[in-house]
């Protein structure tokens, strides 16, 4: 990669002097300068993705924070800075950047770099828009509409309403606010009174964090966010969650809210949907599914079920196309069965903004839907990426991502005494312990997990200053630190699983 300052980053002498005023919109005669900076640039972000796919570049160039400072020049100085300065700042910035879409980051539930999704991403940029009304975004609205009634149709719900939010997080509170204004539609305006009992909302105790976070900012209060137990593969447990919606009522209390995960973040593992269904049909309770994670094998034929049976008859879904379907940071989706519950349950009807005597259907003006006042443009990269992919190319990135996920599995379990697999993977994330030679004799009691797990993240501190792999690692209940190996990128091929683990050999072996 060439590097700041280098001859393919120098703009031409008389442009890379020049400031930002003698460009447009400063310098109306200064087209021919943005032009040439623009180009600059632009060169440079093609150079970042040619050496993202290159297997011989590092993935990171790590540095601890204080040594980073060190190397970056990050004052924000009183007088603005040349041109020519600000594409060296560009440089050094990608320098020194992860690379997220390399063929070996393994790191996050989101990796790779779709480049038709980035071309998308460049030109919402470019068209800087906000999402609240058609006046100012009609092409991108009606994307929306189409793009998420699509999705709503995989999932099985005719007609309903959706919104992009900014995470899974957040989509998971659109969730929660509008099941307690289909309970309680007084709470919009009377607040926690109009509440006869403690609300109660369950999830297993494998679900994102960001349900019980829901509790914490709804008045709930955590404890009344209820744990239901999982199996030895991360599953809920449907017996145990009709048991404590039981013994909640039996307490007098409002059992409203029942969230079901559709791929876990760690073992990605699958909460079975019917029977979870059935209990809440029974107990007239909302069902929330979290699929942010595994929503994206809706699009396989081959892999959706059993996996996601049962979705159809969820009131709301979390899905984010950012993760498995690879679309850039980020995308984000909520989907609800009924319709006219969002706009019911968040509109303020701020009239500097939703005025109603618009000269078009102000059904289009999206903002009053939700909490938030802007809204990023979420949806042009995912539209596009469709188009270039067809649902079919969706299908058969999902079916590939599964298969290179299945052809690790083989490979660790054929090598028995240097990785421990921690669960058969339900899905793309592939969880193990490396074992290191000293500890290749010894049963596999507490004792040695003890030390497995004292070893993780020393290999993945090496891993990190080699900068050749990144694979993420955490403890899961009684389990010590293991590696949880997510394959999500189109970059990623067995050549990459392969070297993988011999990088995890050379790496780790004598620890
Ligand atoms: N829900 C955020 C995903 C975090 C991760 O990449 O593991």
Not at 102 to 120: A, E, K, V
Not at 210 to 228: H, I, M, P, Q
């Amino acid at each position: 990669m060439a590097t700041m300052g280098s001859p393919s980053h120098q703009l031409r002498k008389d442009v890379g002097h020049l400031k930002y005023t003698d460009l447009l919109p400063y310098n109306k005669d200064g087209y021919a300068a943005t032009r040439e900076f623009l180009l600059k640039v632009t060169e440079l972000l093609v150079e970042f993705v040619k050496d993202t796919h290159d297997r011989n570049k590092k993935i990171l160039d790590f540095h601890h924070p204080a040594e980073m400072l060190r190397l970056l020049d990050l004052d924000v100085p009183d007088r603005g800075l040349p041109l020519q300065q600000l594409l060296d700042d560009c440089s050094k910035t990608l320098q020194y950047q992860v690379k997220t879409g390399h063929p070996r980051f393994f790191n996050q539930l989101s990796c790779g770099l779709d480049l038709i999704s980035m071309t998308g991403e460049w030109l919402t940029a470019t068209a800087n828009t906000n999402m609240f009304t058609y006046e100012i975004a009609p092409v991108f609205i009606l994307m929306e509409h189409v793009v998420l009634e699509k999705m709503r149709d995989i999932i099985g719900f005719r007609g309903g309403d959706s919104i992009l939010a900014p995470g899974g997080s957040i989509s998971n509170l659109y969730a929660f606010l509008a099941a307690r204004h289909k309970l309680f539609p007084g709470y919009k305006e009377k607040g926690i009174h109009s509440i006869a009992g403690q609300l109660v909302m369950f999830t297993s105790d494998q679900c994102h964090y960001s349900v019980k976070s829901c509790a914490a900012v709804c008045g709930l209060g955590t404890d009344n966010c209820v744990e239901v137990p999982s199996d030895e593969r991360g599953r809920m447990i449907p017996e145990q969650l009709e048991k404590l919606i039981l013994e909640r009522k039996a307490r007098g209390h409002v059992p409203f809210f029942v969230n079901a995960t559709a791929g876990t973040t760690v073992l990605g593992a699958f909460d079975p949907l019917e029977p979870i269904a059935d209990i809440c049909h029974k107990y007239r309770l909302w069902l929330h599914v979290d699929a942010a994670w595994g929503g994206g094998l809706l699009l396989s034929k081959k892999h959706r079920h059993p996996r996601l049976t049962g979705i159809e008859r969820a009131d709301s879904v979390t899905w984010n196309p950012h993760k498995l379907m690879g679309t850039l940071l980020q995308c984000s989706t909520v989907h609800f069965k009924e319709d006219g519950l969002l706009i019911s349950c968040n509109q303020m009807s701020a009239e500097y903004l939703f005025m109603q005597d618009k000269l078009y259907d102000v059904r289009y003006d999206t903002g009053d839907k939700v909490i938030q006042c802007g809204r990023h443009n979420d949806i042009f990269k995912l539209w596009l990426q469709w188009r270039a992919k067809g649902t079919e190319g969706f299908e058969k990135h999902m079916d590939r991502l599964m298969e290179l996920a299945a052809y690790m599995t083989r490979k660790i379990k054929s090598m028995p005494d240097k990785y421990h697999l921690i669960v058969e993977p339900e899905m793309v994330n592939v969880s193990f312990w490396y074992v290191p030679s000293r500890l290749r004799g010894m049963a596999h009691t507490a004792e040695r997990e003890k030390i497995l797990g004292e070893i993780t993240p020393v290999l993945k501190g090496r891993m990190m200053q080699a900068g050749t792999l990144m694979v993420g690692y955490q403890p899961l209940d009684e389990r010590p630190n293991f590696f949880r190996n997510i394959i999500s990128s189109a970059a990623v091929t067995e050549v990459d699983v392969d070297f993988l683990l011999a990088e995890l050999e050379r790496l780790g072996h004598d620890l």
